[in-house]
């Protein structure tokens, strides 16, 4: 038990600073473009409670889990764009909606680069902070790598309904009811229908790994 909850303290501060600063570069993008609604709404916080969704942070996570799923798969509360505040709605739309994944391998570069500093650090402290760094990483790239997938109403879908000619875009965005759909049954039914088939490490695993790569180089861990 003590394992597994020291396991835990590693993963509880890169996860609540993941989500949070995500969602909260959303915002502030926003607010740079000229929307004023996530600051009204308080969603340019650091607070991770202003960003929970009951649903889709707890309960959703969670029953995978429970269930043994072999995918975590979570979200996090929309932050509130008004697309009436922007000049460039369509351009507007990609910077806000690629803000969050940029903030997330933003501060993975940051944690890698603060992985120098642990020569400064005495044990055991020192080692808790290394698994938390370590952690900051794959968490961040992961979530980037996630969100960017082209499906909305993730934030990779977004940016391609902004980017694509109106002729495909608009298929595309009206696929965004149905996302959180799609994206279970693409990473938790297809490999149980199709043998062999890893959605996951297609899709996640592959760039996740080219990022951390670039990252590590980035930093002079590698």
Same mark, same amino acid.
């Given at each position: 038990?003590?394992? =597994?909850?020291?396991?835990?303290?590693?993963?509880?501060?890169?996860?609540?600073?993941?989500?949070?600063?995500?969602?909260?570069?959303?915002?502030?993008?926003?607010?740079?473009?000229?929307?004023?609604?996530?600051?009204?709404?308080?969603?340019?916080?650091?607070?991770?409670?202003?960003?929970?969704?009951?649903?889709?942070?707890?309960?959703?996570?969670?029953?995978?889990?429970?269930?043994?799923?072999?995918?975590?798969?979570?979200?996090?509360?929309?932050?509130?764009? =008004?697309?009436?505040?922007?000049?460039?709605?369509?351009?507007?739309?990609?910077?806000?909606?690629?803000?969050?994944?940029?903030?997330?391998?933003?501060?993975?570069?940051?944690?890698?680069?603060?992985?120098?500093?642990?020569?400064?650090?005495?044990?055991?402290?020192?080692?808790?902070?290394?698994?938390?760094?370590?952690?900051?990483?794959?968490?961040?790239?992961?979530?980037?790598?996630?969100?960017?997938?082209?499906?909305?109403?993730? =934030?990779?879908?977004?940016?391609?309904?902004?980017?694509?000619?109106?002729?495909?875009?608009?298929?595309?965005?009206?696929?965004?009811?149905?996302?959180?759909?799609?994206?279970?049954?693409?990473?938790?039914?297809?490999?149980?229908?199709?043998?062999?088939? =890893?959605?996951?490490?297609?899709?996640?695993?592959?760039?996740?790994?080219?990022?951390?790569?670039?990252?590590?180089?980035?930093?002079?861990?590698?």
């Amino acid at each position: 038990m003590m394992g =597994d909850a020291w396991t835990l303290s590693t993963w509880i501060v890169p996860a609540l600073l993941a989500i949070t600063l995500h969602e909260a570069a959303h915002g502030f993008a926003a607010r740079a473009l000229g929307d004023p609604t996530a600051e009204a709404l308080g969603r340019i916080s650091l607070n991770p409670l202003r960003h929970i969704d009951p649903f889709g942070t707890i309960l959703l996570p969670g029953f995978l889990i429970v269930m043994g799923a072999g995918f975590l798969f979570g979200y996090a509360k929309p932050v509130p764009v =008004d697309l009436r505040y922007f000049r460039n709605p369509r351009r507007d739309m990609v910077i806000v909606s690629a803000a969050g994944p940029a903030m997330n391998l933003g501060l993975a570069l940051a944690a890698a680069i603060l992985y120098h500093g642990l020569v400064l650090v005495p044990e055991p402290a020192g080692e808790w902070i290394a698994y938390n760094l370590m952690n900051c990483i794959k968490f961040n790239i992961l979530l980037a790598v996630f969100n960017m997938l082209p499906i909305p109403p993730l =934030d990779g879908g977004r940016v391609a309904v902004g980017l694509l000619p109106r002729v495909l875009a608009i298929p595309l965005a009206r696929v965004e009811p149905f996302g959180v759909l799609i994206v279970l049954g693409l990473f938790l039914v297809l490999p149980r229908l199709a043998e062999g088939f =890893d959605p996951a490490g297609l899709l996640l695993e592959a760039p996740a790994r080219a990022l951390t790569r670039l990252v590590l180089f980035l930093s002079g861990l590698a």
